[in-house]
């Protein structure tokens, strides 16, 4: 089994006491001085509620990602724009804000963009409520890169279990925009996508 480089307890209790949290476990550990960086501007003025979470594992290493950031939603956007990797951290953060605007806007950008550490953050939305910003992925789903989702959704099976579960919930949302069969909604469409990615590359059994 791979081993995976875990967050302690008490790395994690250390951690809420950082101006920087959540943002910090949030990415890969070769990203932290930029992650530090981009958390310290954009927790500027902001209050920090009660801290929720959701993990996943990139390439063995576990990321412990917010469901949430309270960041000013004006300040995010505008950090959005700075250039190479400062702006697609901020991307990321911002598809965790609380303001699903603020989070379909950031997505949109974050899908023409390939780095295997933003997969998480997509597949995220596609199990959350808002059917707009899951017809914003679906809508992109022939630009993805199909073997890179692939290799994060086989390695992490109960996430992706979970956020397929979190689609058949949230059915009533996608019947109040207009589908009526279960299974045609965006998000059953994405998910089955994503089964095929998964599948596509998994190596042959030995005969």
């Known amino acids: 089994m791979r081993q995976h480089e875990m967050k302690s307890n008490q790395q994690t209790a250390n951690a809420m006491m950082s101006p920087t949290f959540p943002a910090d476990f949030a990415f890969p550990q070769r990203l932290a001085a930029r992650v530090q960086t981009v958390a310290h501007h954009l927790a500027v003025g902001c209050e920090r509620p009660l801290y929720c979470s959701f993990s996943v594992v990139l390439n063995g290493e576990e990321l412990v990602i917010p469901r949430r950031v309270y960041y000013d939603s004006e300040r995010l956007l505008a950090a959005t724009r700075a250039d190479g990797i400062d702006g697609l951290i901020t991307l990321c953060l911002g598809t965790r804000h609380h303001d ?108």
Do not use: H
């Open 100 to 207: 699903g605007f603020v989070r379909e806007a950031c997505v949109r950008r974050l899908l023409g963009l390939r780095e295997d550490w933003t997969i998480p953050f997509v597949v995220q939305l596609v199990g959350e409520y808002v059917s707009q910003i899951v017809a914003v992925i679906e809508a992109a789903l022939p630009a993805l890169d199909a073997a890179a989702y692939g290799a994060f959704l086989r390695e992490n099976p109960r996430f992706f279990a979970t956020t397929e579960r979190r689609v058949i919930s949230y059915w009533y949302a996608y019947e109040q925009t207009g589908y009526r069969k279960r299974g045609e909604e965006p998000g059953s469409r994405v998910i089955a996508a994503f089964k095929r990615m998964a599948a596509s590359n998994c190596p042959m059994p030995p005969s």
